[in-house]
């Protein structure tokens, strides 16, 4: 079948010479002497593949890779590295490369691998499908090769390298957690233990003795001693997940443990030493609740040692192909009986221009929601649940007379979300931005 293809490469005789190949297999190649050019005709003509040298001047293989992804997701690239640069052809797969050759070129394996994209680009329901190795994929995975992951993760290659505190920020399901895991992956404590615990979810006056531990009779129910999550992860790093929530008293004791590694349990006289990296991580504005007489500023400082921002998913849609074909793997994995195994072009196109107010779990979820009611192989933009309502709504009932409390309009305005969701709580704290504690907390009704 006769296709067009289009060669980018500044080297002219290279150039010229894949063009001859593939022309004379009956395929109508255009030539771009930069990756500049080639953006320009992508986006003026339409073409079956790209094949492309990833070393040239100026704007790189992988950098118009990612280009082409973002405007054409469903078009597939084939790139070609010379030898020594195969693990930087792995890295372009993962990315979102159709696949790769090694210069000096064998002949076969590119015909067979510019092939077998044509196959998947004159077949639509393989515009984005789940990978074949689907059981490989991990859960623990950070996603995306855009600029703003490229900077997170040499973020998180610097703070590996020390032991100091960090605080790990960022709008609820932007992927926290993954960022403290790959801290400790990372770093020197790689073979020790990682725990995690989420402060806002369990009640303030239990969360002292999960975290520090307990004497057996130290508090009414404390039957058995408990070591506590601290000693648990000696050795290691905790994550105290939503920090922001902590009650105030709770933060004096974590900051004794911050600057001399004590930790005293509930109802016990001994004190204890633990060799603790503690990273904690928040969606909320610390400093403003520092100011609020919320949250201890010599707390703050002491875990504001290393800042680790984790960037909201409408700042990289760059990296939204390479999300959906994640969550697809493992959204396939999960409900082997759909039938669903691709994502097409144009709901491509439509996840990628969305804002995401939860973030890369709001995206998961779209994901997985469309995978287990999926009919078809492929999903389409019909099957992708609606984008939630941005800006003002018309009929929402904001008062006309006096102002209500934050609290009051905290509990109202949740409460139309989750009429418009159909009561479903996780898809509306996606599109409060807020984790379903928090939801829980304003859907509270105050104590009269």
């Not at 005709?41 to 593949?49: H, S």
């Not at 605080?167 to 957690?177: Q, S």
């Not at 990628?352 to 009919?375: C, D, H, K, M, T």
Request: aromatic share 6%; proline share 6%.
């Amino acid at each position: 079948m006769q296709s067009r293809l289009l060669i980018v490469d500044d080297d002219t005789e290279m150039r010229e010479a894949l063009a001859t190949l593939f022309s004379g297999e009956g395929h109508v190649c255009e030539m771009a002497s930069d990756a500049s050019s080639a953006l320009r005709l992508v986006d003026q003509q339409t073409f079956d593949a790209v094949v492309s040298d990833i070393r040239m001047e100026g704007m790189d293989g992988l950098e118009l890779l990612d280009r082409i992804k973002l405007n054409h997701p469903a078009l597939p690239v084939v790139l070609i590295t010379a030898a020594g640069g195969v693990n930087q052809a792995v890295d372009a797969v993962k990315r979102g490369a159709f696949g790769y050759a090694v210069k000096p070129c064998d002949v076969d394996a590119l015909r067979k691998v510019v092939a077998e994209a044509l196959d998947a680009r004159f077949h639509p329901s393989e515009s984005l499908r789940a990978p074949a190795t689907a059981t490989t994929v991990g859960d623990q995975e950070l996603v995306g090769s855009g600029p703003a992951m490229r900077d997170l993760q040499t973020a998180i290659d610097f703070v590996a390298r020390s032991s100091a505190p960090v605080l790990v920020t960022g709008e609820t399901g932007v992927g926290k957690e993954l960022v403290a895991r790959a801290i400790h992956a990372r770093s020197l404590r790689a073979s020790r233990p990682f725990i995690a615990v989420n402060t806002s979810a369990i009640p303030q006056e239990l969360l002292e003795g999960e975290i520090f531990g307990h004497a057996r009779g130290g508090f009414t129910g404390a039957i058995q001693a408990r070591k506590g999550l601290l000693t648990e992860a000696d050795g290691g790093t905790l994550l105290l997940d939503e920090i922001g929530d902590m009650s105030y008293g709770l933060q004096a004791k974590l900051l004794r443990v911050l600057q001399f590694g004590d930790v005293r349990p509930v109802g016990s006289d001994r004190v204890h030493h633990v060799d603790v990296r503690v990273i904690a991580s928040t969606h909320q504005d610390l400093p403003a609740l520092v100011k609020a007489g919320r949250f201890r500023e010599d707390l703050y400082f002491r875990l504001d040692v290393l800042s680790v921002p984790v960037p909201p998913l409408r700042d990289r849609p760059e990296d939204i192909p390479a999300l959906a074909a994640h969550f697809l793997a493992q959204a396939c994995q999960r409900a082997p009986m759909s039938p669903v195994r691709s994502i097409g072009r144009d709901a491509l196109r439509a996840l990628a221009q969305r804002s995401w107010p939860g973030n890369v779990r709001e995206l998961a979820s779209s994901i997985e929601r469309a995978v287990v009611f999926g009919v078809d192989e492929m999903i389409d933009t019909n099957q992708l649940s609606p984008a939630p309502l941005e800006g003002p709504v018309s009929g929402w009932p904001f008062p006309s007379a006096s102002p209500w409390t934050l609290q009051h309009l905290n509990r109202t305005y949740a409460e139309w979300v989750l009429g418009q969701t159909g009561g479903d709580k996780q898809r509306a704290a996606e599109i409060l931005g807020v984790d379903l504690s928090t939801l829980y907390r304003w859907r509270r009704k105050p104590s009269s």
